[in-house]
């Protein structure tokens, strides 16, 4: 009789290949369940990145986010600050009235059975409501009348004068209003003709097309002297966001195109740069010659400026504070102790703006408070990092940190960096909401105009200055502007045309 024997090392090897294939399948479950939860807050939840530390006694109430911790923990007391109080007036003092500057249309109503004549006034009560009229289109008749001079027979004539589109009979005032409307208010070329159909004047998509493109190429030098100012800055912000174009060779079909976007921190200027992809070649071209701070989120291309000589990288918090927030799913534990410490950190940055706290007091304040808080965070993650899973999410936000810490500490060592670069994000949300109505571009070169008004008209904003007073009469003044003095017209610089 033969007796079959079994080799318990095949089954050893066997178990532990099911034992992978399990970890590796329970892995893969982890990353899709993150994917579908995440999918699911982008769909139907807030999108908001507050995080709500689990001592917090409001913590548990739902709706009711509390601001961002104000408790500074560092031993040095050094350099101490109070916060200015605003006092709040009691009463309310009812609506505020409207601004004096629109145009009244009175109407008064006089009681009945009363003679006017021999009445006396003695006072008056009134109501205001705020009103409105549907945008009116009309035809402004320039006329040159000619005279005989019959002393002399001479026939005499006014000379034209100058228009923004000469060989065009629009008016610089509905082509600012136009592309304010389309880069400004996210309303595209085509809706804006359906309005103006209603008021009783057809025109093409061609024709509209055709004007906006002449108002590009008229404030083309203002583009270029723009992007040389924000060039010339010590620290600028950096990112880039997608755009759709119509690809001419291939009917209905669309290229993704790239806005890389700098803004600067010195000025409060914004530079929209179109390129056709996303590589390397997109910042570099346009920061061949930069010199100064760049603030960039993760993205691998910007790591070619690390060791470029005059440019020091820096990496941005909030990037890696949302690596966290997203992994809270995977492993509560370790990101919400992230989370908590980074929270911290904002509210040092916090009590340097409103105590308007800058320059060295801002580095010594920094150095003292927000340096250890980075420093034992750092050790700490690294601790982490060697017992989470690595292809999880909370392993993924940990390397994503632990690769760029230093680069994410850099802020706290100077007293002119921001802690992340939130308001390049901030411009480009003008971009993301055009998308949703346009939906693309028409071309390469119409992407390209639309960086331009992206830009200006973005600078604009920051300056609070109103895109359309400024695109309006740009239009109508930049032909006779001396070239030597064009930064003149530049928002920033802007001041409005008082002679008529």
């Known amino acids: ?29 982890q990353t899709l369940q993150l994917e579908l939860l995440q999918l699911k807050k982008w769909m139907f939840g807030n999108r908001h990145e507050k995080f709500i530390t689990a001592t917090d006694p409001k913590a548990l109430v739902l709706f009711d986010v509390p601001p961002i911790a104000e408790v500074i923990t560092t031993q040095s ?42 009445a006396k006034k003695i006072g008056e009560d009134f109501t205001e409501t705020l009103a409105y009229k549907p945008g009116e289109l009309f035809v402004k ?29 629009v008016d610089a ?49 203002l583009y270029e ?62 920061l061949n010659e930069y010199q100064g701070y ?7 291309v910007y790591e070619q400026f690390a060791d470029k000589p005059g440019i020091t990288l820096l990496c941005c918090l909030a990037h890696a504070r949302r690596k966290f927030s997203e992994g809270q799913s995977n ?25 308007v706290i800058t320059g060295d007091q801002k580095l010594r304040y920094r150095a003292e408070n927000a340096m250890p808080i980075l420093k034992e965070l750092g050790i700490w993650m690294k601790e982490k990092y060697m017992q989470v899973l690595p292809r999880s999410a909370i392993g993924k936000a940990l390397a994503y940190s632990l690769k760029r810490w230093d680069k994410l500490s850099l802020y706290a060592t100077t007293s002119e960096c921001n802690i992340d670069n ?13 998308r949703k109505n346009y939906l693309f571009a028409g071309s390469h070169e119409a992407a390209q105009r639309a960086a331009m008004f992206y830009s200006l008209l973005a600078t604009c904003k920051n300056h609070l200055i109103n895109p359309y007073d400024w695109l309006h009469d740009v239009l109508n003044r930049i032909a006779n502007h001396p070239q030597k003095g064009i930064e003149e017209l530049l928002p920033q610089n802007w001041k409005p045309n008082t002679t008529g």
């Not at 605003?86 to 009945?112: T, V």
Request: charged share 25%; net charge positive.
């Open 1 to 29: 009789m033969m007796v079959t024997t079994h080799d318990n090392t095949d089954y050893k090897t066997s178990l532990d290949k099911a034992l992978v294939l399990i970890e590796a399948q329970q892995l893969t479950i």
């Open 77 to 118: 007391t050094t350099v101490t600050y109070e916060k200015t109080n605003k006092q709040i007036q009691p009463g309310h003092k009812g609506r505020p009235g409207w601004p004096a500057s629109l145009r009244r249309e009175e109407q008064i109503f006089y009681p009945e059975g009363i003679d006017l004549a021999k």
């Open 141 to 169: 008749r320039k006329v040159r009348p000619k005279y005989l001079d019959e002393a002399t027979n001479r026939i005499l004539q006014a000379p034209a004068p100058n228009r923004a589109f000469e060989k065009s009979n």
């Open 173 to 221: 005032s509905l082509v600012a209003q136009m592309i304010t409307d389309k880069y400004i208010d996210h309303l595209p070329l085509y809706r804006q003709l359906k309005r103006y159909s209603r008021l009783g004047v057809i025109i093409s998509d061609s024709t509209s097309g055709d004007w906006v493109a002449a108002a590009a190429k008229i404030i083309m030098p």
């Open 225 to 286: 002297a723009h992007k040389q100012l924000i060039l010339g800055c010590h620290y600028l912000y950096a990112d880039e966001t997608t755009i759709k174009v119509l690809e001419s060779e291939r009917k209905n079909s669309t290229h993704l195109g790239y806005y890389w976007v700098y803004q600067s921190q010195e000025q409060n200027l914004v530079l929209f740069d179109y390129q056709t992809g996303r590589g390397r070649e997109g910042p570099r071209h346009i």
């Open 294 to 300: 760049l603030q960039t989120d993760g993205y691998g």
């Open 331 to 355: 492993n509560k534990d370790i990101a919400s102790h992230v989370l908590t410490e980074i929270q911290k950190l904002y509210a040092i940055e916090r009590q340097l703006t409103d105590n």
């Open 422 to 434: 939130n308001p390049v994000e901030n411009s480009i949300r003008s971009v993301a909401l055009g």
